[in-house]
C-alpha cells in the first residue's frame, strides 16, 4: 500500500471538496439556523417584556450597560441572522454561492464584543447577560464556518497558507542539525 503523500504522489489534493454546498444542505447547518433564529426571538422577546421592567430599577452605571450591551445584542444578532438567512437562501437554490458571497460583503458578523465587566457589569439582569454570552457563542460558531466556507474562494494563485507544523519541524531540524 502506498502512503506517499507528496505533491506528485496522485493524490487527491488537487480536488476540492465544496464545504459551502454540503454545509448548506446538512442538518448542522438546519440545527445552526433554528438555534440562531431562537435566539433571535428570544431576544426580542426578552428585551421587549422582561428586560424593559427590569431595566428600569438599574442604576445608572449598570442602565448605561444595559443600553449599550442590548443595542450591541440586537445589532449583532441581525447580522448574524442576515448570515444565515443568506447561507439558507444558497441550499435552497435561491442563489448561487457566489451570489451569497458578495451580499455577505454586506454582513459583519465580527462586531464589537461585550466587555462582561467593569463597573455595574454585576447588576445588569443576569438574562441579558446569559444572552449576550449566546450571542458571542454563536457568532463564533458562525465566524469559523465562514471562514471556512469563504476561504475557498480566495484566489488560486495566491501563496498557499504557511504550515506551522512544518515550519517548527523544520526549525527543529535545523537547530538540531538533521538535513532530511
Sequence with gaps: MN???TPDSGDARGETIDFASRFAGSET???LFREG??????TATYLDGPG????KGLSRAASLIYATESMRLTTRLMQL????????AVN???MTQQQAGLEKSKVRIDGPTSARGGPGWDEV???LRLLVERSQRLQERIRRLDDAIYAEEAPTDAAP?????GEQLGLLSRAFGSED
Design 81 to 88: 441572522a442576515s448570515w444565515l438567512l443568506l447561507q439558507r
Design 52 to 55: 424593559r421592567s427590569e431595566s
Design 37 to 42: 433564529m431562537q435566539l433571535v426571538e428570544e
Design 92 to 94: 435552497e437554490g435561491e
Design 161 to 165: 497558507a504557511p504550515n506551522p507544523v
Design 3 to 5: 502512503h506517499d503523500t
Design 29 to 31: 447547518f438546519r440545527i
Design 125 to 127: 439582569p443576569e438574562a
